[in-house]
């Protein structure tokens, strides 16, 4: 789990900027070199840079530094160290497989890198990782690839990797932190399920306007079972017979049995042990635990701030947190 106090938020953006043509001359497909001259420019130089928002919604931060690569190029074209120094590198329009990785970047006088439990696996847009303290692994922070290289390079494209870390606290709110003051719901004979939100990140919005987030739901002891075993327990509770829903909060902040139940199993998500489960430290846990897939909260989430996340035990029991989110207002 990141270390940072629970009125800290973390949104770091490594923003690309548009192509630009420039660089050698290079001849693009179909081209007529009559007298074998180059003559079309066909090479692209991307900007990867580091901004600061000053939107209140995301608080973006710059980091002081950072690494990056450019590697897996068809045409063998590599770049091993792109820094910050000089972030501009050119690249072949119509390449194919490349791919900018991000290696490491400083922040609050931190080096993060890539942890060996759960690193990027394709850097390609959505893929998730989770990068650390290089002096203390139980320090870690979440690593998004907003947008990548084109397949094959396109000369449109940008560059974004987004870094966010929101830390669970009772009674606080999302975009100021995460959520949560968790309640449980059983039944004779299943224990209800026992997690507090460790981590939540905000996706994006859909069309409609619901903010789409994904928790990190960490045990409230040390997990059993392993998840290559598929035996995965928290606190007696089987973590594949785990589902879940994001709703709106039309209940005053609380859910009785009868509520609970008629919320499945309509619009519910399964805990996937292979790809949600989280061992023992794992995924930025210290109890492991399970990750959800990306929740759509209510439509106009402006409007509708408050949500409740109900997790569901063996079609028994029931746990839930009131979810809320940080509405922006202005003052001339």
């Not at 794992?282 to 959800?292: E, L, Q, Y």
Request: proline share 4%; aromatic share 8%.
């Amino acid at each position: 789990m990141a270390k940072f106090n629970t009125n800290s938020r973390l949104y770091i953006g490594f923003l690309g900027a548009l192509l630009v043509s420039c660089g050698p001359e290079l001849v693009a497909p179909g081209d007529d070199v009559g007298d074998g001259s180059l003559e079309d420019k066909e090479l692209v130089t991307v900007s990867v840079g580091i901004e600061e928002s000053e939107s209140p919604l995301f608080q973006l931060a710059a980091a002081t530094s950072f690494s990056m690569s450019l590697e897996g190029c068809v045409s063998g074209l590599t770049y091993p160290s792109i820094l910050e120094t000089n972030p501009n590198i050119d690249v072949y329009k119509f390449d194919q497989d490349c791919v900018v990785k991000l290696n490491q970047f400083v922040y609050g006088g931190v080096t993060y890198i890539p942890s060996a439990g759960d690193p990027f696996t394709s850097w390609a847009t959505g893929d998730i990782a989770t990068f650390e303290d290089s002096t203390d692994n139980t320090n870690t922070i979440r690593v998004t690839v907003n947008t990548q290289l084109d397949n094959p390079v396109s000369g449109t494209e940008a560059i974004s990797y987004n870094f966010s870390e929101i830390q669970a606290g009772a009674d606080e709110l999302i975009a100021s932190n995460v959520v949560s003051d968790a309640h449980a719901i059983s039944v004779e004979g299943q224990p209800a399920p026992s997690f507090a939100v460790s981590a939540v990140n905000f996706n994006g919005m859909t069309a409609l306007g619901a903010g789409q987030f994904a928790f990190t739901m960490e045990c409230s002891a040390g997990v059993t079972g392993t998840v290559a075993g598929t035996d995965l327990a928290c606190a007696g509770v089987d973590v594949s017979s785990l589902t879940y829903r994001l709703v709106e909060d039309t209940y005053s902040g609380t859910l009785t049995l009868a509520d609970a139940t008629a919320l499945f199993p309509t619009g519910e998500s399964a805990v996937t042990l292979g790809t949600d489960g989280l061992d023992l430290g794992a995924g930025g846990t210290t109890n492991g635990g399970f990750v959800t897939v990306t929740l759509d909260g209510p439509d106009a989430m402006h409007s509708k701030p408050n949500m409740i996340l109900v997790i569901e035990a063996a079609d028994a029991s029931y746990q839930y947190f009131n979810i809320d989110v940080t509405t922006l207002s202005y003052t001339p």
